[in-house]
């Protein structure tokens, strides 16, 4: 159902012919409307009472903070496609989606894509599970991964599906992860650890923080269901990126000290040694 504009917009960025990041009354909006931002530059005006499909407004100021990050250092066509995904996520579902997905989904797919594109495919046995909890999810990440195929040419794997089906799942209101104080102190637990081990300190409002954390849930996640990933580049791993997978090391007996009767195995290990090495790495190029 179509909206019209309640005051003028002034474009910050347009991402592609139909979606727009616009500021209006101090508020930073974006805008879905086929062909809004064609020949569109940063200053132009759209109208008040224009008629859009679909205004997505992200309030949380982390949020936002994280989301203009975001738009930094990914490329704008691709950050366009992925707010096309939501909104056709949140059109399917007739619900509105957690702001969080303008940033997890966005950084995951831009991840997950490279690494498909060097062929570091993640198996998650996790699949399963996911469809037969969360079948609308999974159907509607099947979808995603068609139109990524048809758009960039890259075959997203079921396993993918099933990472996007779990964030669509974590987006939706009612779609919360179990135990989340009991997960919260052992995530802090260990992201402290992860500080003393690099000697940094790190921001708990930027991006690499909040990506970070999105991956150590999830990983928790699979842990306490015995459902750990299926690394075929646990060797590769530790040769490449040795301090990230001693510190890997180290989280897992973390993760064991504190969750009841649970066995990290080393493919597990290996992925959280992956996003560990990805996080130093990051935060090596802004103490540059």
Known sequence: MQKALEQDCKIIKAFNN????????????????????????????????????????????????????????????????????????????????????HIALTDHLSFAIKRLKNNEEIQNPFVAEVETLYKKEFSLAQDIA???????????????????????????????????????????????YVEDALEVEIDRKSLDYARFLTHLRFAIERITTNSPIANDLIQEIKKKYRKSYKIAQN?????????????????????????????????????I
């Open 18 to 101: 139909n979606i727009v990041l616009v500021e209006a009354g101090g508020r930073e909006k974006l805008l879905f409307e086929k062909g809004i931002g064609f020949g569109k530059r940063p200053g132009d005006q759209i109208t008040k009472g224009t008629e859009i499909e679909k205004i997505f407004v992200i309030e949380d100021k982390d949020n936002l903070r994280n989301f203009r990050e975001l738009t930094n250092n990914v490329d704008n066509e691709f950050i366009g496609f992925c707010e096309e995904l939501i909104f056709y996520i949140s059109k399917e579902l007739g619900e509105e989606l957690s702001e969080n997905i």
């Open 146 to 192: 068609d139109r990524i195929q048809e758009k960039l040419g890259v075959y997203i794997p079921d396993g993918e599906v099933g990472f996007i089906a779990l964030h669509i799942h974590s987006a939706r209101k009612n779609g919360k992860l179990s135990n989340t104080i009991k997960y919260s102190f052992i995530s802090n637990t260990i992201i402290e």
């Open 251 to 287: 989280v897992a007996v973390i993760l064991e000290d504190n969750l009841e009767d649970v066995k990290v195995v080393e493919d597990e290990v290996a992925y959280l040694a992956m996003h560990i090495e990805r996080f130093r790495v990051s935060l090596k190029k802004v103490k």
